[in-house]
């Protein structure tokens, strides 16, 4: 079964540091892969998504991911943070089910952005 | 598009009482899911519908929760009784495919004391 496991709860980095947050994917097959932001009492917003086209995919806020086969990741990175980047960050994977694909999220990661 | 719309957007009610949760998905989306966020339990999917049609409710939590999709532009989650442990945001979303994505209402933040 698809799954994905997101590491760390929480991560903290400075205004204009590197943005690094893991995801890692469980799947039998190739995947569709998804990163969303939620911003406080908001919905998620896709921010980007692989589907099986290049393995580097550019999402908008300046935010990208690489899908990489052999380590079954797709950490999402950005180069440098701003404070409107302060959000909670989910990866999730697709699973089929019944003939529809429904989305399977992970625990979500809480980005904290420091002036 | 003025993209999926979710009303309310808060709801207080009393324990006992029923409570209605109503959705309207994009047009043209074929596939709605409901979710229900906490903290304990993060997002978690209730029931998806394909073509009006639910395929999946082994998520719905009890008898006291169901949903109806009477056509493709509306959906409801209704829950009767509801209880103090209700208490969560729910989500609505849509799609027309996985390669492209799914698109995700403001959500209802329900209270139930």
């Known amino acids: 079964a698809q799954s994905v496991t997101q590491l760390g709860s929480h991560v903290s980095v400075s205004e204009g540091a590197l943005v690094l947050l893991r995801c890692n994917y469980s799947?039998?097959?190739?995947?569709?892969l998804f990163w969303y932001v939620q911003y406080p009492n908001q919905g998620l917003q896709l921010l980007l998504k692989?589907?099986?086209?290049?393995?580097l995919v550019k999402g908008i806020n300046g935010f990208e991911a690489e899908f990489k086969k052999s380590e079954t990741s797709f950490h999402l990175t950005k180069p440098s943070a701003h404070m409107s980047d302060a959000a909670e960050y989910f990866c999730?994977?697709?699973?089929?089910?019944?003939?529809?694909?429904?989305?399977?999220f992970g625990r979500g990661t809480s980005l904290i952005v420091h002036p | 598009d003025a993209g999926v719309i979710q009303s309310p957007r808060h709801e207080v009610t009393e324990m006992g009482q029923e409570v209605t949760l109503r959705c309207k998905p994009i047009s043209g989306h074929n596939s709605l899911f409901w979710y229900r966020q906490t903290m304990m339990r993060g997002l978690e999917l209730l029931i998806y519908f394909n073509n009006n049609v639910p395929i999946d409710d082994s998520g719905m939590p009890e008898d006291r929760f169901s949903a109806k999709m009477p056509n493709a532009s509306f959906s409801t989650l209704k829950i009767q009784p509801s209880e103090p442990r209700d208490s969560a945001v729910y989500f609505c979303?849509?799609?027309?495919?996985?390669?492209?994505?799914?698109?995700f209402g403001s959500g209802t933040r329900l209270t139930v004391v």
């Open positions: 799947s039998s097959v190739p995947p569709y």
């Open positions: 999730a994977v697709t699973k089929r089910s019944g003939g529809s694909y429904i989305p399977t």
């Open positions: 979303a849509s799609s027309s495919g996985q390669a492209y994505g799914y698109t």
């Open positions: 692989y589907t099986s086209a290049a393995t």
